[in-house]
C-alpha cells in the first residue's frame, strides 16, 4: 500500500512557539507508520512545499499543457496513493484553511475508494478535536472516507520534539498504541478497498463528474 500523509499548515512564523508544531505531530505520524508497518510505502506531502496562486484554480480546470508542474505531480500522486493522512491544527473550531485550500485543488475522483486518517493537534488541551469533526463530512465528500479511530495530540510542544520524537518521559509504547489504532484501520481498509477495486471497478458503477456541476442535479 501507498500512503499519502498530509501536513496541513504553512505558518512558519512565531508567536505561538515553537513555529511548526504540526511538523513534529506529522513526523511522529511518520515514525509509527513505518514502525508498524514497514512492507508499506509513506510519503508526506507538506502544503509549505505548495505555494498556490492566490486567485483560485483547480487542478481540474487547466488544460494538459497549462496544468502547473507541481501541481501535476502532486494529482499524480493523490491518484496512485491507496490512503490518506490529513494532519491538520484547529483554526476557530475548523480545521486548517490551508489543508482545506490544497485538497480542493483536486478533484474528488482522485481520493474516491479509498480511506483517510484524521490527526490533530494543539498547543492547548484539546488537541485539536474539534477541527476533526468536521473533516470528516470534509473527507467523506472527497470521496476518502476516514476511519473510525482518529488521533489527537493535546499540547503537542510538550509531547514530541523538533524531530518528532517523544520527549523525556512520555510512553513509547503507549503512543505506539494509540497511533497504531488508527493507523492499522487505515492499512485495513485501504487493502480491502484495493482488493475489491481488482474485482469490480467502482467508477464504472458512479461514475466521476467530470463535465460541469450540473451533472449533481436530479432529473
Known amino acids: 500500500m501507498k500512503v499519502l500523509i498530509f501536513l496541513g499548515t504553512v505558518r512558519n512564523s512565531t508567536p505561538p512557539r515553537p513555529a511548526r508544531l504540526g511538523e513534529r505531530v506529522a513526523k511522529a505520524c511518520l515514525a509509527a507508520f513505518n514502525a508498524l508497518h514497514v512492507d508499506h ?5 507538506d502544503a509549505l512545499d505548495y505555494p ?20 501535476d505531480t502532486l494529482a499524480k500522486k493523490i491518484a496512485s496513493a491507496d490512503g490518506y493522512i490529513m494532519v491538520s491544527p484547529e483554526y476557530n473550531h475548523s480545521m486548517s ?3 482545506a485550500n490544497l485538497l480542493n485543488h483536486f478533484g474528488s475522483s482522485l481520493f474516491s475508494y479509498k480511506p483517510s486518517a484524521i490527526v490533530t493537534y494543539s498547543a492547548g488541551q484539546w488537541g485539536g478535536m474539534r477541527a476533526a469533526i468536521g473533516m470528516r463530512t470534509f473527507l467523506s465528500e472527497l470521496g476518502c472516507l476516514p476511519v473510525s479511530s482518529m488521533i489527537h495530540v493535546p499540547k503537542a510542544q510538550n509531547v514530541f520534539s523538533e524531530d518528532g520524537d517523544l520527549v523525556d518521559g512520555e510512553d513509547q509504547n503507549e503512543w505506539l498504541g494509540y497511533f497504531g489504532r488508527t493507523l492499522n484501520q487505515l492499512v485495513w481498509w485501504a ?8 474485482q469490480v471497478d467502482p467508477h464504472s458503477l458512479a ?8 451533472q449533481r442535479n436530479a432529473p
Open 41 to 45: 510505502e509513506i510519503e508526506l506531502v
Open 52 to 71: 498556490l496562486e492566490p486567485v483560485f484554480k483547480p487542478h481540474f480546470s487547466y488544460s494538459k499543457s497549462q496544468v502547473p508542474e507541481k501541481l
Open 97 to 99: 484553511p490551508a489543508l
Open 191 to 198: 487493502q480491502a478497498s484495493a482488493c475489491y477495486k481488482e
Open 207 to 214: 461514475p466521476a463528474f467530470t463535465k460541469d456541476p450540473g
